[in-house]
């Protein structure tokens, strides 16, 4: 069921540390494309994933392109302030891709040109700031997609879609 998770030239260890994390504790596949603004045996990196780099699956690529070739190309979606579509208004399958940008500069435009409007979301924000953290911004469109895969995996699974249980 993974999901999966790329970070595209992250900048900051103690970020990627965090969604190493993350992705332990969601099943979610983490890749990172070269190049990185730090070494994976960074202190930083270590203390801000703490014992979950061993639980996590992480792949390092030299470029997008050796990402593309290790997953599904047709359900990779890029997370961009220009999005038109918001996170959570897309249909989440197994297997489905975010890519998201380095914390100062986002996803460079050799690899957002490559994606048709359609794949590319947006975080609902104030419109008069730049952006969020990139941990944050990881942390929820993954729980989204998870949420809507009823949290497969989890220990206590949802049975039914949330609305049905909580709301009937």
Request: with cysteine; proline share 7%.
């Amino acid at each position: 069921m993974p999901l999966n998770v790329a970070l595209a030239e992250p900048e900051i260890p103690q970020n990627t540390g965090n969604i190493i994390r993350l992705c332990a504790n969601s099943g979610s596949r983490l890749h990172l494309v070269e190049p990185l603004g730090f070494n994976l045996s960074e202190r930083g990196l270590r203390r801000a994933s703490l014992d979950y780099a061993d639980l996590a699956d992480v792949t390092v690529h030299k470029n997008f392109e050796g990402l593309l070739d290790s997953i599904d190309p047709t359900r990779i979606f890029a997370a961009t302030l220009d999005g038109k579509i918001p996170y959570h208004e897309i249909n989440y399958q197994e297997e489905d891709t975010v890519i998201f940008g380095s914390e100062s500069r986002g996803l460079p435009v050799s690899i957002t040109s490559k994606f048709k409007p359609e794949k590319c979301i947006r975080i609902p924000m104030m419109p008069s700031n730049r952006s969020i953290n990139l941990s944050n911004a990881v942390a929820l469109v993954v729980y989204e997609m998870w949420r809507q895969l009823l949290f497969v995996g989890d220990e206590f699974p949802l049975k039914t879609e949330p609305s049905e249980k909580y709301f009937s």
